[in-house]
């Protein structure tokens, strides 16, 4: 049976430079699913909003939400390690008031660790949820609660003075406790040298070779959209959404021509009770009509 891995052994992996491999789920089938093909690490992230609720950020998506979809992955993967999403304004606020939301998220969902998008200035919100005893997962770069303020999903750290703020958020949130930290849509040059500075891993997206680990999500791996839009740091692995639309397709072609349900899907009675229910002679015509 696998073994759940612990913050301890993800440290290790960086240490001994063994690549952590993460993935993005929202329910128990793909959580399910990613475990047996032994997955690293499952994030259920905010992503959701725009993967399954259809949302155009993930602005919308609150903390019941994030509860719903990882008391699902939890049930389907649990000999994994998972994170969850934090959602838009559920933290940052007051130290309080994140506490308050991420213990909530930590019980009723069963993950065993939250993340949270910004820097240095919620380092303070960090170190309270550690020294509360969850464990906090860091994330910056390109953050997408932000995206409004951010003017887009942009590639960050590409000027001199954002390069450098990057480099602080990460050292201030592995001061504050972070035992991780996502880089998202970072230059690769960059989120290499924070991957070297750091002594907590690295889980990049978007965030070029040199990070200690690589995200993606669950359904740009699978192409499961329609239509699926590429993009450029996604590397897909099957096209499931047209393989699953086809079968759709002919199925209501079989149903529109009377070719579903066949003989072999469908259940026969006893002839006793047939009889016994519709006389003899509709049960004797049933089966004329058969020859």
């Known amino acids: 049976?696998?073994?759940?891995?612990?913050?301890?052994?993800?440290?290790?992996?960086?240490?001994?430079?063994?690549?952590?491999?993460?993935?993005?789920?929202?329910?128990?089938?793909?959580?399910?699913?990613?475990?047996?093909?032994?997955i690293d690490v499952i994030l259920v992230g905010d992503s959701l909003g725009n993967v399954v609720l259809g949302y155009d950020t993930t602005i919308p998506v609150t903390l019941d939400d994030m509860i719903h979809h990882a008391r699902a992955v939890a049930r389907g993967a649990q000999h994994t390690f998972i994170v969850a999403d934090m959602p838009f304004m559920t933290y940052g606020v007051t130290i309080e008031h994140t506490l308050t939301n991420a213990a909530?998220?930590?019980?009723?969902?069963?993950?065993?660790?939250?993340?949270?998008?910004?820097?240095a200035h919620i380092a303070d919100h960090v170190r309270a949820l550690v020294n509360a005893g969850i464990p906090v997962m860091g994330h910056i770069g390109l953050t997408p609660q932000a995206v409004h303020q951010l003017s887009g999903y942009k590639v960050q750290g590409k000027l001199e003075k954002d390069a450098k703020k990057l480099i602080e958020d990460a050292r201030a949130l592995q001061d504050a406790g972070a035992f991780a930290i996502v880089l998202e849509l970072v230059t690769e040059e960059i989120a290499e040298y924070v991957s070297k500075e750091l002594d907590v891993p690295t889980i990049g997206i978007g965030a070029g070779r040199g990070c200690d680990g690589q995200v993606l999500v669950f359904?740009?791996?699978?192409?499961?959209?329609?239509?699926?839009?590429?993009?450029?740091?996604?590397k897909t692995y099957a096209n499931i959404g047209a393989t699953i639309k086809d079968a759709i397709s002919q199925y209501v072609h079989d149903v529109k021509n009377n070719q579903f349900p066949a003989e072999e899907h469908v259940f026969h009675g006893d002839t006793a009770t047939l009889e016994s229910l519709y006389g003899a002679s509709t049960q004797s015509a049933k089966l004329e009509g058969e020859e």
Do not use: C, F
């Open 104 to 119: 909530r998220l930590m019980q009723q969902a069963g993950i065993q660790a939250v993340k949270l998008e910004g820097g």
């Open 219 to 234: 359904h740009d791996i699978l192409q499961y959209d329609t239509p699926y839009v590429p993009k450029k740091m996604v």
């Open 1 to 38: 049976m696998k073994k759940k891995l612990t913050i301890s052994a993800l440290a290790k992996m960086k240490a001994d430079r063994n690549p952590i491999s993460v993935i993005t789920a929202y329910d128990y089938p793909s959580a399910r699913l990613a475990e047996e093909a032994e």
